[in-house]
C-alpha cells in the first residue's frame, strides 16, 4: 500500500495529515499489518493534552496491545467515534481511518517528522 | 511445565563442558571464611509415623468445643462435603494456570461457571477468575477505577473493612493516590451522606464502600450511587459477606463490586487462603486486573473455552500489564463453584433467611440483658450487629471464655470512639442454646449484684 506523500510518520508507525492547525492522526499500513486484527481502540478524550512521542491511547489486536504514540504536541479536538463500534476499519483503511485529531501547538513541528519516502527507507530497514 | 532434575551422568558431562572437576568447583571464588562446612542444624529426618504422632499431638492444643460470635470478614458457615472431595481430585488440585486452552477445558469451564455466577448474584455484566482476598479486591478495584477515568484521588468509608483499608493503603502509598475517609452516622452506622457528597469532587476517580459495612449495617447504595455519580466518580461497593447476597438486593447501581467469597465454602483455616472477586459494568471491562475465560465456539463449532483479552495481562504485556495478580485462586474458586451449585439460588436465600433469623435472634436476646444496648438499629442489618456494654470487653470476655463461647470482636481497636463496643456474629451454624448461653454469661455480673 502506498504511503501518502502529503502526510509525515514516525517511527512509532503513527501517520499524522495536517489542515491548517488541525493535524489528523493514524496509525499506518505496516503497523496495522503487524499488529493483526484490530479489535479495539481506546481513545482520549476531546480536550485532552498529547505531548509528542508520548502515548495518546492504544490498540488492540488479537495478539497483542500497542501504545498510541502522538506525532505532535497539542490538543484533541476530535476522536473517531467510529472506531468503538467499528475498530476494523484501521485494518481496511488505514491511511484513511484517523484515530484522533489534534490542534497543533506548533505546526511547524509537522515538518520535522518523517516524510513518505523516509518512512518507507524506515520500514524496509526494519523489515531487513 | 515440568521439572525434570538432572541425572549424575548428565552432571559429569555438564561439568566436563565447562571444565570443572565438581560441583564445589563452581563456588570455588566465595571465601572460604564464608563457607558451611557442617550439615545444617536441623532435626533428624523423621519416619512417617513419627510424624503422625506429632502433628496429633500439636493439633491436641488446639481449642475445640468453643461457640463462636466472632465474624468481621471471616464466616463460620457450613461446607457441605462434596467440596472437599471434589477439589481433591488431581484434574483440579494440580492444574496449573491455564494458557493453554487445549489441555484446560475443564478448569477453564469451571472458572467460567465461577464468574458467571458471581456475576449474576452481584448484578454485574462481568466477574474475573478470582483475586487473592476480599482486601485485595477492594485495592484492585480502586485501581481499576483510577485507569477507567484517569482521575486521581479515592474516598473511602470508614466503614470498609479496617483491613482492606490498609491494604488499600500499601496500594494508594506507592501510586501516590491521595484518599479520604467519609465518617459515619452514629445512629443508623450507615456512611454519612452529607459528608460523602462534601468529599467527592471532579477529580475522584472512585467512591468505596462497604456493604454489608464492617459494623454489619447495609448501606442504602442506591442514596450513594447518586451521590457518587454526580460528580462523574466510580461507585465500588465492597461485599465481606458474600452469603448476604442471597438476600440483600445486589449492587447494581455500582460501577465496581469487590467482593470476599470465602464465605461460600471456604474453611476458615487460620485466615486463608480465601477468594476475592471483581464484578463491573462491561464498558470497564477491559481495565479488570487478573485473568478472565471467555467461551467460544472451536473450528468444529462446539462450546469451548479460552483465556479473554490476556493481551493485557503480564505474560503478554508486561510493565503495561492492568495487575501482577498471576495464577488466581482457582482452586479456592472452585470451593465457592461447587458451594453455590450445591445450595441453588433457593438454597442461597433460604441460607440467608437463617443467619438473618439467627442474628436477629441473637442481637434480641442479649441487648434484652441490663446493660446490654445494640448500636446502630436505624438501619438494616445482615448477620452481623454491634453492642455495647457498661463493662469493657476485657472485663467479660473471660467469663464467655469459661462458658466455651468466644464473645464479640472489640471494635475500640479500630474505631476509639466506640467505648465498650463489640461487633457480633452469629451465622446458621450457631445454636440457640450457645446465644441463650453468651447472654447469660455476658449478664453474669450483673445478675450477682
Given at each position: 500500500m502506498a504511503y501518502p506523500a502529503n502526510y509525515r510518520y514516525t517511527r512509532e508507525h503513527e501517520w499524522i495529515e495536517l489542515d491548517g492547525s488541525i493535524g489528523s492522526i493514524g496509525i499506518t499500513d505496516y503497523a496495522q499489518n503487524s499488529l493483526g486484527d484490530i479489535v479495539y481502540v481506546d481513545l482520549p478524550k476531546v480536550g485532552d493534552a498529547v505531548t509528542a512521542n508520548a502515548t495518546f491511547g492504544s490498540v488492540e489486536s488479537v495478539k497483542a496491545v500497542s501504545d498510541l504514540y502522538s506525532p505532535v504536541t497539542g490538543t484533541v479536538t476530535a476522536i473517531n467515534e467510529e472506531l468503538k463500534s467499528a475498530p476494523d476499519k484501521i485494518n481496511e483503511k488505514p491511511h484513511e481511518t484517523w484515530i484522533i485529531k489534534v490542534k497543533l501547538a506548533n505546526p511547524a513541528e509537522f515538518n520535522g517528522l518523517l516524510d513518505a519516502s523516509a518512512y518507507e527507507a524506515f520500514i524496509a530497514e526494519e523489515t531487513k | 511445565m515440568r521439572y525434570l532434575p538432572k541425572s549424575p551422568a548428565e552432571r559429569e558431562r555438564m561439568l566436563a563442558e565447562i571444565g570443572a572437576a565438581s560441583i564445589d568447583d563452581l563456588f570455588a571464588v566465595i571465601p572460604a571464611k564464608h563457607c558451611l562446612n557442617r550439615d545444617l542444624a536441623v532435626p533428624r529426618a523423621h519416619a512417617e509415623s513419627e510424624i503422625i504422632d506429632?502433628?496429633?499431638?500439636?493439633?491436641?492444643?488446639?481449642?475445640?468445643?468453643?461457640?463462636?460470635?466472632?465474624?468481621?470478614?471471616?464466616?463460620?458457615?457450613?461446607?457441605?462435603?462434596?467440596?472437599?472431595?471434589?477439589?481433591?481430585?488431581?484434574?483440579?488440585?494440580?492444574?496449573?494456570?491455564?494458557?493453554?486452552?487445549?489441555?484446560?477445558?475443564?478448569?477453564?469451564?469451571?472458572?467460567?461457571?465461577?464468574?458467571?455466577?458471581?456475576?449474576?448474584?452481584?448484578?454485574?455484566?462481568?466477574?474475573?477468575?478470582?483475586?487473592?482476598?476480599?482486601?485485595?479486591?477492594?485495592?484492585?478495584?480502586?485501581?481499576?477505577?483510577?485507569?477507567?477515568?484517569?482521575?486521581?484521588?479515592?474516598?473511602?468509608?470508614?466503614?470498609?473493612?479496617?483491613?482492606?483499608?490498609?491494604?488499600?493503603?500499601?496500594?494508594?502509598?506507592?501510586?501516590?493516590?491521595?484518599?479520604?475517609?467519609?465518617?459515619?452516622?452514629?445512629?443508623?452506622?450507615?456512611?454519612?451522606?452529607?459528608?460523602?457528597?462534601?468529599?467527592?469532587?471532579?477529580?475522584?476517580?472512585?467512591?468505596?464502600?462497604?456493604?454489608?459495612?464492617?459494623?454489619?449495617?447495609?448501606?442504602?447504595?442506591?442514596?450513594?450511587?447518586?451521590?457518587?455519580?454526580?460528580?462523574?466518580?466510580?461507585?465500588?461497593?465492597?461485599?465481606?459477606?458474600?452469603?448476604?447476597?442471597?438476600?440483600?438486593?445486589?449492587?447494581?447501581?455500582?460501577?465496581?463490586?469487590?467482593?470476599?467469597?470465602?464465605?461460600?465454602?471456604?474453611?476458615?483455616?487460620?485466615?486463608?487462603?480465601?477468594?476475592?472477586?471483581?464484578?463491573?459494568?462491561?464498558?470497564?471491562?477491559?481495565?479488570?486486573?487478573?485473568?478472565?475465560?471467555?467461551?467460544?465456539?472451536?473450528?468444529?463449532?462446539?462450546?469451548?473455552?479460552?483465556?479473554?483479552?490476556?493481551t493485557r495481562e503480564q505474560h503478554i504485556r508486561r510493565e503495561k500489564a492492568t495487575s501482577n495478580i498471576c495464577t488466581n485462586q482457582a482452586l479456592v474458586a472452585l470451593m465457592a463453584t461447587i458451594f453455590l451449585s450445591v445450595y441453588g439460588k433457593e438454597g442461597i436465600r433460604e441460607l440467608a433467611e437463617h443467619n438473618l433469623a439467627k442474628a436477629s435472634y441473637a442481637a434480641k436476646t442479649l441487648s434484652a440483658k441490663p446493660g446490654i444496648t445494640q448500636l446502630f438499629t436505624g438501619a438494616p442489618r445482615f448477620n452481623e450487629f454491634v453492642l455495647q456494654t457498661e463493662e469493657s470487653p476485657a472485663q467479660w470476655s473471660q467469663r464467655l471464655l469459661d462458658a466455651k463461647i468466644v464473645g464479640g470482636i472489640d471494635l475500640s481497636r479500630w474505631y476509639p470512639e466506640l467505648r465498650n463496643c463489640t461487633l457480633w456474629c452469629a451465622t446458621e451454624i450457631m445454636p440457640r442454646a450457645q446465644i441463650d448461653a453468651a447472654a447469660k454469661a455476658l449478664a453474669a455480673k450483673l445478675v450477682k449484684a
Open positions: - | 506429632y502433628f496429633r499431638a500439636a493439633g491436641a492444643k488446639n481449642s475445640t468445643g468453643y461457640a463462636s460470635f466472632l465474624g468481621a470478614g471471616a464466616y463460620r458457615h457450613y461446607r457441605p462435603a462434596i467440596i472437599d472431595s471434589l477439589v481433591q481430585r488431581g484434574e483440579f488440585l494440580t492444574s496449573y494456570t491455564p494458557y493453554q486452552a487445549e489441555i484446560s477445558q475443564g478448569t477453564l469451564q469451571a472458572i467460567f461457571e465461577f464468574q458467571t455466577m458471581i456475576a449474576e448474584l452481584t448484578g454485574m455484566d462481568v466477574a474475573n477468575a478470582s483475586m487473592y482476598d476480599g482486601s485485595t479486591g477492594a485495592a484492585e478495584a480502586v485501581m481499576m477505577a483510577v485507569r477507567a477515568t484517569g482521575r486521581h484521588q479515592a474516598v473511602v468509608a470508614a466503614t470498609v473493612h479496617p483491613e482492606y483499608r490498609e491494604v488499600l493503603g500499601t496500594y494508594t502509598k506507592y501510586q501516590g493516590l491521595p484518599s479520604t475517609l467519609v465518617g459515619y452516622d452514629r445512629k443508623t452506622g450507615r456512611i454519612d451522606l452529607t459528608t460523602l457528597a462534601a468529599s467527592v469532587t471532579d477529580e475522584t476517580a472512585a467512591v468505596l464502600v462497604q456493604s454489608p459495612n464492617f459494623f454489619g449495617v447495609i448501606e442504602d447504595i442506591p442514596a450513594i450511587a447518586e451521590v457518587v455519580h454526580a460528580k462523574g466518580a466510580l461507585l465500588i461497593v465492597s461485599i465481606a459477606e458474600a452469603v448476604s447476597l442471597g438476600i440483600v438486593r445486589p449492587p447494581v447501581e455500582a460501577d465496581i463490586v469487590s467482593m470476599e467469597a470465602q464465605s461460600f465454602g471456604v474453611a476458615l483455616s487460620y485466615g486463608g487462603p480465601f477468594c476475592g472477586v471483581i464484578a463491573a459494568k462491561e464498558q470497564f471491562v477491559r481495565q479488570m486486573p487478573g485473568r478472565l475465560v471467555g467461551q467460544t465456539v472451536d473450528s468444529s463449532g462446539y462450546r469451548g473455552f479460552v483465556l479473554t483479552l490476556s
